[in-house]
């Protein structure tokens, strides 16, 4: 006899539960699988055309800035080229300009100068116009500088500069002319004495040996500091005095590029003693403002 046929009960699903019946579909997991997998295969392919498409837009790209600039920039170059032929001229033209600038400066600057020269040489003889006796007062400018050493004062900048320039405007042949000058160039020093500026006389006693042999001696090259200096009947070359104290009694002497830096003087010139042969020293001290740096030539 063969198997026999079960018939499925009202409500059951053929062949569920029932080995006699052959098995058409998956359950349900399985199908999902399925079409996840399926999504998966075309996203990815999705994502690979995607990529493919913009690898060949930028190919595309490149390649449209390669001739893009292969048609730009010979245009360009002779755009520049143009500009640059136009803006010779203007160039030239404009450096044309700026040399007679430059002249124009220099012509300002002499003009500058002979203003000034010309207002020092008024300034000079309005100072001669209110001296009314050279003699007198120059023995004014000594008993004003006395009496201020002596009372230890500092003369106000103007003044001093007025006695400075009846020295530059009277003759140097008129009596007591160097002996004045040297009053008042010493009297500076002894203001930069008092403002601790300037080495005091009183306290610097160290003789420089080199400096002290005798009539006729030659010093060339080197720096002194902190030495009594005598300068006549002495030849000096490219010497530099450092807070030294300098002294001259109006003898004959050589200074060549002689530079004073820091230094106290003390000029002793008589009115009885002939005129001074080293006057660029004296009226480089003259015209000095503070006697900080004086350089003789």
Not at 15 to 41: D, H, Y
Not at 251 to 260: C, E
Request: hydrophobic letters at 35%.
């Amino acid at each position: 006899m063969g198997t026999p046929v079960q018939i499925p009960t009202p409500g059951q699903a053929p062949n569920q539960g029932q080995p006699g019946w052959p098995q058409r579909f998956g359950n349900v997991s399985q199908i999902l699988t399925g079409i996840v997998a399926v999504v998966a295969l075309l996203l990815s392919g999705v994502t690979l055309y995607l990529r493919h498409q913009e690898q060949d837009a930028k190919v595309a790209d490149d390649h449209t800035n390669v001739l893009i600039a292969a048609k730009l920039d010979p245009e360009i170059a002779k755009i520049n080229d143009g500009i640059d032929k136009k803006l010779g001229p203007i160039n030239k033209s404009l450096e044309d300009l700026n040399g007679k600038v430059n002249d124009a400066v220099g012509q300002l600057k002499r003009l500058k100068g002979d203003v000034n020269e010309q207002a020092q040489k008024q300034q000079q003889l309005l100072a001669l116009n209110r001296i009314p006796d050279p003699k007198r007062i120059l023995g004014n400018i000594r008993t004003e500088i006395q009496t201020a050493e002596t009372g230890k004062t500092v003369l106000p900048d103007s003044k001093l500069a007025d006695y400075k320039t009846a020295l530059h405007v009277l003759s140097p042949s008129v009596s007591d002319y160097w002996t004045t000058l040297a009053t008042i160039i010493n009297y500076q020093s002894f203001v930069n004495q008092m403002k601790g500026e300037a080495p005091d006389p009183n306290k610097v006693s160290r003789w420089c040996p080199i400096l002290t042999a005798g009539i006729g001696n030659v010093v060339e090259g080197g720096e002194y500091p902190n030495c009594i200096v005598d300068l006549d009947t002495q030849v000096f070359i490219g010497v530099t005095f450092r807070n030294s104290v300098i002294r001259y009694h109006g003898q004959p002497t050589s200074l060549r590029n002689v530079q004073f830096v820091n230094c106290s003087f003390k000029l002793d010139l008589p009115p009885s003693s002939p005129t001074p042969p080293q006057q660029d020293l004296l009226f480089a001290l003259l015209d000095s403002h503070d006697q900080k740096t004086v350089r003789v030539n």
